[in-house]
């Protein structure tokens, strides 16, 4: 469960999680097996600080996004100031063998991306005259990678051969159109959870500094572990709405 002692706010659920950016909302789908889970979840929670947390519930899983500010604190000696930073975290909870889940997050038609990851970064970015945005997730290096910090099953700490072969045909990241990822998870065993991130930043267009690529890099943990310090910082502030 993300984040379970932040206070929280329950809201009618009427709308589509989403980040609004400047080439249009980034969206968020999860599918099970053959089933895709409805665009609206079951329960949607405000939580502090302009952040909500969306859940869904199945038989065989529970499904969370978070959607929150980010701040990548780049060193504004080095990087361009960012126009906004934006996050989302994903997970789920496997009650049941899971043999196939796949999670999306993707702009509209139109928006007009290219691929632009890196060594352990799934990543887009879309410009245009005006705007620079790149959206950022983990690749399947960096899904490996981090099986031993619980951020997902300690048995995909085995598949890093397969990355490092090109062997992987059943899981990885897809990059569709360029307008966003798709990531097809390994197999989840009962009790397994998997938590995933997705940042986009967008800065303007004539902003040669790489600032929005290098800040859609973070692991969930650092997304959450930003978001709990906050939190914690409001909490201690008498006037903090």
Known sequence: ???????????RSSDQPAIDTPFGPLTFTTTIGNTSL???PDELFQLPGDRTLA??????????????????ELDPENWGRLIDCRAAVWRIDALTPLRRV?????????????????????????????TRLTVGGSDEEAMCGVADAGEVP????????????QSFTTWGVDYGHYRGMSWTLPPLEAGNHCELPVVAAW?????????TWYAVTPSPTVLLRQVTAE?????DTPDAG
């Open 1 to 11: 469960m993300l984040l379970p002692t932040v206070p929280r706010t329950r809201l």
């Open 38 to 40: 409805p665009l609206q």
């Open 55 to 72: 859940r869904w519930v199945t038989p065989g899983a529970r499904v969370e996004l978070l959607l929150t500010p980010y701040d990548p």
């Open 102 to 130: 796949q999670f999306s997050a993707g702009l509209p038609e139109g928006a007009d991306g290219g691929y632009d990851g890196g060594q352990g970064l799934a990543a887009v970015t879309v410009e245009d005259e005006t």
């Open 154 to 165: 300690r048995q995909w700490a085995a598949l890093i051969d397969e990355v490092h072969n």
């Open 203 to 211: 800065a303007p267009a004539n902003d040669e500094s790489a600032n």
């Open 231 to 235: 939190l914690a910082k409001r909490a």
